[in-house]
T-cell receptor, first 111, second 114 residues
Framework: GEDVEQSLFLSVREGDSSVINCTYT??????LYWYKQEPGAGLQLLTY?????DMKQDQRLTVLLNKKDKHLSLRIADTQTGDSAIYFC???????????FGSGTRLSIRP | KAGVTQTPRYLIKTRGQQVTLSCSPI?????VSWYQQTPGQGLQFLFE???????NKGNFPGRFSGRQFSNSRSEMNVSTLELGDSALYLC?????????????FGPGTRLTVT
């Protein structure tokens, strides 16, 4: 079945890079997404990558996709306090009719 | 361009009551999807509407229903509320079917059932 897994917590020092990892099971996924959710808010689309790409960079964000291992990562360079949030990885399921979300990784920043 | 709006933002109901939540998508978006978010179950897909037709449905009981109007606004209804229905309900809009394009989320409606 379709499943997306993430670790629940990540703590990094301000100014360091954060790397949030995600694994998925559906090898036919076409799109993979990263969303950010701040307290009391909805989900904000951060970036996405097509399955035929290995990497995508957008300012401080770098997405790496390893299709062979079904592994997706989000790297946030120069992590700031404003980056504190829950980050969700999501994939388009094989039926291409719905998006499957991971459980989210809570990123906390320490001074 | 205005984002996705959801009303109300907060709601308190008692068991057995019913509730209707509303979602207005981004102008020009024809797809509206609904999700339930709880601490224990995470984000779970409820259903998607596109051009007034339900296109896909998640694994929720029949107490959860929805509809979409000709202006793409969508409503979600939950009948005979249970304590376990307490959650943040998020809607997301997309210009095309959700599986083919990124979705944009609203701020959510926080439903508390007592």
């Amino acid at each position: 079945g379709e499943d997306v897994e993430q670790s629940l917590f990540l703590s990094v020092r301000e100014g360091d890079s954060s790397v949030i990892n995600c694994t998925y099971t559906d090898s036919s996924s076409t799109y993979l997404y990263w969303y950010k959710q701040e307290p009391g808010a909805g989900l904000q689309l951060l970036t996405y990558i097509f399955s035929n790409m290995d990497m995508k960079q957008d300012q401080r964000l770098t997405v790496l996709l390893n299709k062979k291992d079904k592994h997706l990562s989000l790297r946030i360079a120069d992590t700031q306090t404003g980056d504190s949030a829950i980050y969700f990885c999501a994939e388009v399921g094989s039926s291409a009719s719905k998006i499957i979300f991971g459980s989210g990784t809570r990123l906390s920043i320490r001074p | 361009k205005a984002g996705v709006t959801q009303t109300p933002r907060y709601l308190i109901k008692t068991r057995g009551q019913q509730v209707t939540l509303s979602c207005s998508p981004i102008s020009g978006h024809r797809s509206v999807s609904w999700y339930q978010q709880t601490p224990g179950q995470g984000l779970q897909f409820l259903f998607e509407y596109f051009s007034e037709t339900q296109r896909n449905k998640g694994n929720f009981p029949g107490r959860f229903s929805g509809r979409q109007f000709s202006n793409s606004r969508s409503e979600m209804n939950v009948s005979t509320l249970e304590l376990g229905d307490s959650a943040l309900y998020l809607c997301a809009s997309s210009p095309r079917l959700a599986g083919s394009y990124e979705q944009y989320f609203g701020p959510g409606t926080r439903l508390t059932v007592t």
